[in-house]
């Protein structure tokens, strides 16, 4: 037993290799680059349609002229309901069943590294993977607005200003609040993974269910179902551009959030402890 516990590796050295095995994909950094993009393309949509001559954008757009702030804000709530979710999949889908596919999935399960201890490397992972993947899409957000609208201030959607750093933590809250949700749709998708070998049902099982959680919360018939339904408490997350900051919403979508990583990871460690293949 001492020798199988000394051949272990340190675990920060798994963990810096594991980051470095997804990096090193050619495919992740083609994706984090498009996803820089996704900032960009709206940005330039907006500033055009705004200083186009009687032109008037609704909703969380429409404060954004003079308040590049909003960007970052308005890029994640049109990322969140498909596009974040897919990318969290594809982590999940390649963490577990793109080692089975390639086979090497058994040989990490028979050495001496504790089927646990590879479930939380590879959840680390997929974790760290989309905290990047948010945060380089507000970072990239906040930049394009401050060029393309200016950045004083951030305008509320309560009519108030917030001073430059106080937006920034605004931004900073709509990042963490968004990577949250992300990893929910994550860890279910990292248990869908846990029990087949093909990738692209991981991803197709995943968008589904949120296609299909989200359709369900369009329904009044169904309001006894809605607080468990994760995306319901997607569209919570503009609440970060209201003063005061309403915490009730935001608290109960972090916490739900919560529920599915915990539920995610129970139902993956449990096909692994008895997974032979």
């Known amino acids: 037993m001492s020798a199988v516990v000394a ?3 340190p675990l920060g050295r798994q963990l810096r290799s594991e ?3 997804i990096l090193r994909r050619p495919r992740t950094v ?3 680059a498009l996803l820089c993009l996704v900032p960009v393309v709206p940005g330039i949509g907006l500033w055009v349609e ?7 954008v609704p909703g969380l757009a429409g404060i954004i002229s003079g308040n590049g702030l909003v960007l ?12 974040l979710p897919l990318v969290g999949a594809i982590w999940a889908a390649d963490g577990l069943a793109g080692e089975a596919q390639h086979g090497t999935l058994r040989g990490l399960m028979v050495a001496p590294v504790g089927r646990m201890r590879l479930l939380a490397i590879k959840a680390f992972g997929v ?15 906040t930049v394009t607005g401050v060029v393309l609208f200016g950045g004083d201030g951030l305008l509320t959607l309560s009519g108030s200003t917030l001073p430059f ?3 920034l933590g605004r931004i900073a809250l ?23 070998e093909h990738p692209l049902v991981v991803m197709a099982a995943t968008m589904a269910g949120v296609i299909v959680f989200a359709v369900l919360t369009m329904f009044p018939a169904l309001d006894w179902l809605h607080p468990y339904l994760i995306t319901s408490a997607w569209d919570d997350l503009g609440d970060v551009m209201r003063d005061p900051l309403p915490t009730e919403g935001l608290w109960h979508g972090t916490a739900l959030a919560g529920c599915y990583v915990l539920i995610g990871l129970s139902l993956a460690a449990a096909r692994l402890a008895t997974r032979d293949n």
Request: with cysteine; hydrophobic share 65%.
């Open 7 to 9: 051949a272990r590796a």
């Open 19 to 21: 980051l470095r095995w």
């Open 30 to 32: 083609i994706g984090l």
């Open 50 to 56: 705004m200083n186009g001559e009687g032109s008037s």
């Open 72 to 83: 970052p804000v308005f890029t994640l709530t049109l990322a969140l309901p498909l596009l």
């Open 127 to 141: 974790a760290a993977m989309t905290l990047l993947a948010v945060t380089l899409l507000a970072v990239v957000g």
């Open 165 to 167: 750093v106080e937006g």
């Open 174 to 196: 709509a990042v963490l609040m968004t990577t949250v949700q992300v990893w929910g749709v994550a860890a279910v998708a990292l248990a869908i993974s846990a029990c087949t």
